[in-house]
């Protein structure tokens, strides 16, 4: 896996799933027949597991049989389920506006106004340094992200204004170890660490929670609500693509289905039966029996 460049935490996510088989098993993955795959898949079945859950482990599993271990018969055994096409939730104007207004704390509010005004996800956000954000060019890079790309995003002067209010109040505690420029923006707990996404997520939801929103929001739920604000604005779809960072052009377009504003000015055929007819107008007489 490593020597593929596989993620962290894509490899936790395979061992895990190679884990839960052996302990079904109880015996070395190397001696596992088909019908031993067959029967794994409807145990996940039966104990409930997501077909979410289940696809990730599935994923893992076909890694080990068809790469690690050369039993393409193996991994032939194993089929996924497609997963229910779910509308994302997204957030009203407002309702943005009120969660960034109950942000905690200046650092709190300057995550949430980058996951929303860039669309970044929580990775993205906490793995900013300094050296990413170019006020000359008024914009954001965003440096090895989800598939290993870079990508550019947009630098309002709302949000420069708002960083350069946060950085005095910013911890100083491990900059000595760094080059200025290579800096994190939202530095951790840890040494060469920044902040967590766990950490960002749970100060979305006391924001969330300060600005009583009873919907059941995540913190991806920002990047939903940006490219569905972006798309009601009337922005370009492949614009909001690149912005976006997807390969693509259809998991954008996956937002015109949730653009509430586009939807909600739809007319629809019910108005039309209850407004009045309008009135033709009579023709003028064309009699030419005098002619």
């Given at each position: 896996m490593s020597a593929r460049l596989l993620n962290v935490a894509t490899q936790r996510g395979y061992i895990r799933g190679c884990k839960r088989f052996a302990a079904s098993l109880k015996r070395s993955p190397e001696t596992a027949t088909t019908e031993d795959v067959r029967r794994f898949q409807l145990q996940l079945i039966e104990e409930g597991a997501s077909i979410c859950t289940r696809n990730q482990t599935m994923v893992g599993l076909g890694f080990l049989f068809r790469v690690t271990l050369q039993r393409p018969d193996l991994a032939?055994?194993?089929?996924?389920l497609r997963e229910p096409k779910?509308?994302?939730?997204?957030?009203s104007p407002v309702e943005v506006r009120c969660l960034l207004a109950a942000a905690t704390s200046i650092k709190a509010r300057l995550a949430l106004s980058l996951a929303y005004g860039c669309g970044l996800r929580a990775g993205e956000v906490v793995r900013l340094r300094v050296c990413d954000i170019d006020s000359a060019q008024m914009i954001i890079r965003v440096v090895q992200a989800k598939g290993r790309k870079d990508r550019h995003v947009m630098l309002s002067?709302?949000?420069l204004t708002l960083m350069r209010e946060y950085w005095p109040t910013r911890s100083t505690r491990f900059d000595a170890h760094y080059a200025p420029d290579q800096r994190w923006l939202f530095p951790?707990?840890?040494?060469?660490h920044p902040?967590?996404?766990?950490?960002?997520?749970?100060?979305?939801?006391?924001?969330?929670?300060?600005a009583c929103i009873k919907k059941g929001v995540t913190l991806h739920t920002l990047r939903h609500s940006c490219a569905t604000h972006l798309l009601e604005r009337g922005l370009d779809i492949r614009l909001i693509q690149a912005l976006l960072g997807h390969?693509?052009?259809?998991?954008?377009?996956?937002?015109?289905?949730?653009?509430?504003?586009?939807?909600?000015?739809?007319?629809?055929?019910?108005d039309q039966l209850t407004k009045p007819r309008r009135k033709r107008r009579s023709k003028p007489d064309t009699d030419t029996s005098g002619e």
């Open positions: 032939d055994a194993i089929y996924y779910k509308v994302p939730l997204v957030m002067p709302d949000k951790g707990y840890f040494r060469h902040m967590t996404p766990r950490q960002l997520n749970r100060l979305f939801h006391e924001a969330a929670d300060g390969e693509k052009l259809d998991t954008t377009a996956h937002y015109t289905r949730v653009a509430t504003g586009r939807i909600a000015a739809i007319e629809s055929p019910l």
